[in-house]
């Protein structure tokens, strides 16, 4: 398993920051580790994107790779053909990536948004890149209401594309999670027909960088070379029992 795909449900929802922890637990026992993040959207020429942020958090010996830079927070394909840049192709990304696996142990490859956000003009796609390099994909997800759906829609959609699915890491855990949270954890991998491979608390990227490299193999399983244990954190976080609601009284006599 030396490339692994990185794809949400959607964007917003911590990629970046489990990428990051990957990286971190992984050069934490001893791997090499590359970062590639095909298109970064929405940064200027100047700011640092995502696989930047990735060695700012997992450390300086993760080497960071860009292949394209668009302007506008869009959709790969949209923003480049708003800006007028070239478009990125599937043969583009897996040439990148098994460049740097030749030198690296690991390269996690972090897709922009879901798994199936355009690319380029034909329409292809971050599972496009992953059946050219034959890579399992892991998917990052969120807490919440919907969750359930959109992670069993990506696990399904790759399972029509005949690519392998890893698990399922939960991007962002709330330090206080609701109800809502707490089933959908139990319910995931029913749902998806997949195994949890960590939980992310919430605002773990803005930890000092050193505090982030001590915990991230905390925060993610042994699959992905940390201690996590998706049991533990289950029975931590199991839901409360149902209490049905009181009953409404009667009307009152006269």
């Not at 069993?152 to 809502?180: H, K, M, N, Y």
């Not at 000092?208 to 193999?217: G, L």
């Amino acid at each position: 398993m030396s490339v692994v795909m990185v794809s949400g449900t959607g964007t917003e929802i911590g990629k970046t920051v489990v990428t990051s922890a990957i990286a971190a637990a992984a050069v934490a026992a001893g791997r090499s580790v590359a970062v590639l993040k095909p298109a970064q959207t929405g940064v200027g020429p100047q700011e640092p994107g995502d696989a930047a942020e990735a060695v700012r958090l997992a450390g300086p010996s993760v080497t960071a790779v860009e292949l394209a830079r668009y302007p506008e927070p869009l959709a790969p394909d949209t923003a480049a053909r708003r800006s007028g840049l070239a478009t990125l192709a599937p043969a583009q990304i897996a040439e990148a990536a098994d460049r740097l696996s030749q030198d690296h142990d690991l390269v996690l490859v972090e897709g922009a948004g879901g798994l199936l956000v355009r690319f380029d003009e034909a329409g292809s796609t971050l599972a496009d890149a992953a059946r050219l390099l034959g890579a399992p994909t892991l998917i990052v997800a969120p807490a919440g209401l919907g969750t359930l759906n959109s992670t069993t829609l990506t696990a399904e959609a790759l399972r029509a594309r005949e690519l392998t699915a890893l698990g399922v890491v939960v991007g962002s855990w709330p330090q206080s999670p609701d109800l809502a949270a707490r089933c959908n954890l139990a319910d995931l991998p029913q749902s998806s027909g997949l195994p949890l491979l960590g939980a992310v608390p919430e605002g773990s990227g803005n930890l000092a960088p050193d505090r982030f490299r001590a915990s991230a193999a905390s925060w993610l399983a042994p699959a992905l070379s940390g201690t996590w244990s998706a049991d533990s954190f289950l029975s931590a976080w199991r839901p409360p029992a149902f209490v049905p609601p009181a009953p409404h009284p009667g009307p009152v006599g006269v």
